[in-house]
């Protein structure tokens, strides 16, 4: 070709050749030689100043067009379930290009948040801009950390927020996104970390000052990357949501069916009714009904509700804020059993005897109208003889016979011997301003433990119903103490002068025995405490194994769908099974019900450590202003570094490192779980009594220090402290050596 191409013909090519775009290639292509190369040049700089090219080392793209093979963050399937993602880098000016996935299937599973290295091809006249072909997973999620933002002259550093961390990470002057000194940040991990230095990171989300009212939980939300917002189009799902009506339901209006809750409840998943058996077979009978929220109504299969509410799992419980599995309008209203409403119910009618055995059960899907939405404490005064004008009505016809079933609940449970551990429930309470006003323990009434009985038989019910009728659901499952965990429990036992009994099958009538034994006596939260350690995490699954803590053969969660993900499952099974519509089990659901349990599982962790990491530094900011104070506490825990005491007054954990526990060395006995002076042979062990200095807190981590005053009532005993970071035996040694030089200078003689 003796002529240079234009700047049009240029463009075309490169748009048609995305991977031919070096310089030699496109005068190869247009057959430019010689000195013709310099006009050549001449013309793609002016393209590059003009916007239409960005040069890229040696190569030219259109910078409003991605390279053919690109780096890709997945943002997740869409209602349809096509997987979509975004270019993880876009310096055009247009809109960012959004790219369909077109999965093969040998690809891995791709979820939102991965990336990928993707081979991209050029689409037109869709909603989408390329159409994507996997290449490769890029190694996992970025590690996302939240911290405190502490500003340098070039850039600045991330300080940790976990309770014991001491590693931080450095901020490039142009990754500060422009947080300020002192804020609370999100950052992820920005390369890798070099051979010598702090590890580099991003910031990518200020939240503002950590000491601010209700950031304690704002903390947890990001530490634990829980869901907190929902997407605009599961808020549309929701809000086209309508009150059910009576067709293809029972009508259970006329039944008194009460709601037994918190006073500060804002949903109501669950209602009761008891009434004694006219049956004269079944002689002091009761006939029991529970009535559950139908979530499952409003939460279909796949629907964008759905798919939010699986991501999440069940909702999260802080004591300024909740995280719910659902949005508001549903979990507030819709689903929730209010007063004096009609509301969509499945509802559970058992039949019990005089002795609290279930004789047998059967499933409802029905509308009902609550009568009153009670809260525990009333509904105990009412039974104690303190009605108000709500309970008085109710007493003789509602609340008198609910006790009378479960008083007979009461004699079954007895007989089952589920694990009846004594564990007394914080509750932190504030004022307007979010400040921590008290720390209380929650006071365990009769009313609580009705509820819970009438809950766990119908969660029975409902797991033997789909066993029978071949259903495939989740079980709650929860397995026995692995041999390990039990050898330590009797370890503790014994130094504490009680036994476990060894060589029979452990059921949980043995433990009560062991936890009888301490009953009143000052180990009694010593193993409590020990024995609900030994135990096994309880978790989600399609298996039929058991629950052993509670002593059932059957179990699963059916009672509280408005913030579990596990019971709206069961929810959709019980429909299944009946018949009652086309709202039950998905094949999706079915084939994935393995993987489900999985996650749930995972997600239901999640939320509890993020709790307690909630709860500890809440704690730690009401102990802020008592830094000096003497207090008493236990013996909870023993390791290398030092002893953990729980705190009497508010149940908060604390730790006393090494060294404030006196002033000699301490050598760790994993095995004994013990620390052992090394000069005066003092033993330090789980269930002491202590009495503490609380020597410092820090509240954005949660961290509380102590320090050992007096241990089982004596003074702690002012031993030799031996020099920092060394041990008596390698203080022996170097003495030993320093005598035998000594020795040898004093003998030396001149010849």
Not at 533 to 546: L, N
Request: net charge negative; glycine share 8%; proline share 5%.
């Amino acid at each position: 070709m003796n002529n240079i191409p234009t700047k049009q013909e240029i463009l075309s090519w490169i748009e048609e050749n995305p991977t031919l775009t070096a310089k030699r290639d496109i005068a190869k292509a247009f057959g430019i030689k010689g000195a013709a190369r310099i006009d050549l040049k001449r013309i793609l700089k002016e393209l590059e100043a003009e916007g239409h090219l960005e040069k890229r080392k040696k190569t030219y793209k259109d910078p409003e067009r991605l390279p053919p093979v690109s780096v890709l963050l997945v943002t997740g399937p869409d209602k349809d379930g096509d997987l979509y993602a975004k270019p993880m880098e876009w310096g055009g000016e247009g809109v960012e290009p959004v790219v369909l996935m077109v999965p093969r299937a040998s690809d891995p599973a791709l979820g939102a948040g991965d990336r990928i290295l993707a081979r991209l091809t050029l689409v037109k006249g869709e909603d989408h801009h390329y159409e994507g072909r996997l290449i490769r997973r890029i190694g996992s999620n970025p590690k996302k950390i939240v911290g405190i933002f502490r500003k340098q002259a070039e850039g600045g550093r991330i300080h940790p927020i976990d309770k014991g961390a001491d590693k931080e990470w450095t901020v490039a002057a142009d990754a500060t996104g422009g947080a300020q000194d002192g804020e609370l940040v999100e950052a992820e991990l920005a390369g890798p970390k070099g051979r010598m230095g702090l590890p580099r990171a991003r910031i990518v989300d200020r939240l503002g000052d950590p000491s601010a009212p209700k950031a304690v939980s704002l903390i947890a939300i990001h530490q634990h990357a829980i869901p907190d917002d929902f997407p605009d189009d599961v808020i549309a799902e929701a809000d086209a949501g309508e009150a059910k009506g009576l067709k293809g339901r029972e009508d259970l209006r006329e039944l008194p069916l009460v709601t037994i809750d918190p006073s500060d409840a804002r949903d109501h998943d669950d209602a009761c009714f008891a009434e004694a058996d006219s049956d004269p077979a079944n002689e002091g009978g009761h006939i029991l009904w529970v009535a559950i929220a139908d979530v499952a109504a409003y939460v279909t299969p796949n629907s964008a509700l759905d798919r939010e509410a699986r991501k999440r799992g069940n909702s999260t419980y802080f004591p300024d804020r909740v995280v719910p599995m659902l949005p508001d309008i549903l979990s507030g209203d819709l689903c929730s059993l209010h007063e004096g409403v009609d509301r969509a119910c499945i509802a559970v009618r058992m039949v019990l005897d005089a002795k609290g055995n279930k004789l047998r059960h059967d499933f409802h899907r029905a509308l009902m109208r609550s009568p009153a939405s009670l809260h525990y404490e009333e509904v105990q005064d009412a039974m104690d003889g303190n009605l108000n004008d709500r309970t008085e009505p109710l007493l003789e016809t509602v609340i008198k016979p609910l006790y009378a079933a479960y008083g007979a609940l009461v004699a079954a449970r007895k007989e089952r011997q589920p694990l009846d551990l004594d564990l007394p429930e914080r509750r932190i309470e504030l004022d307007e301003d979010g400040k921590v006003r008290s720390v209380n323990f929650r006071e365990r009434l009769n009313a609580h433990r009705l509820i819970e009985e009438f809950m766990v038989l119908a969660n029975v019910a409902a797991a033997e119903t789909l066993i029978k009728k071949k259903t495939p659901l989740l079980f709650r499952t929860h397995e026995e103490p692995t041999p390990e965990k039990l050898d330590a429990l009797r370890e503790t036992a014994a130094a504490a002068g009680y036994t476990l009994a060894k060589g029979q099958v452990l059921q949980t009538a043995h433990l009560n025995r062991l936890l009888e034994q301490a009953a009143g006596s000052d180990d009694a939260e010593l193993i409590n405490i020990s024995t609900l350690r030994s135990m096994t995490q309880a978790y989600y699954g399609p298996d039929h194994i058991g629950h052993f803590g509670l002593a059932l053969r059957s179990y699963a969660h059916f009672t509280s769908p408005i913030r579990r993900y596990a019971d709206l499952i069961v929810h959709r099974a019980l429909i299944s099974a009946h018949g009652w519509g086309k709202d039950g089990l998905s094949p999706y659901d079915i084939e994935d019900m393995e993987a489900t349990g999985a996650h749930i599982s995972d997600t239901e962790r999640r939320s509890m450590i993020a709790e307690r990491d909630t709860t500890d530094r809440y704690l730690a900011a009401f102990l802020s202003e008592r830094v000096g104070n003497e207090m008493t506490g236990r013996i909870s825990g023993i390791a290398r570094f030092g002893a953990f005491v729980k705190l009497d007054e508010t149940g908060a954990d604390g730790l006393i490192p090494m060294r404030n526990i006196g002033r000699e060395y301490f050598h760790h006995d994993a095995d004994a779980g013990t620390l052992m002076g090394a000069d005066t042979g003092m033993t330090i062990g789980l269930g002491q009594r202590v009495t503490v200095r609380l020597a410092e807190v820090t509240p954005v981590t949660g961290g509380i220090a102590l320090e050992l005053l007096e241990i089982e009532g004596d003074k702690m005993p002012q031993g030799r402290r031996s020099p920092a970071g060394q041990s008596p035996r390698r203080k022996g040694a170097k003495a030993k050596g320093k005598k035998a030089a000594t020795k040898r200078k004093v003998t030396r003689s001149r010849r």
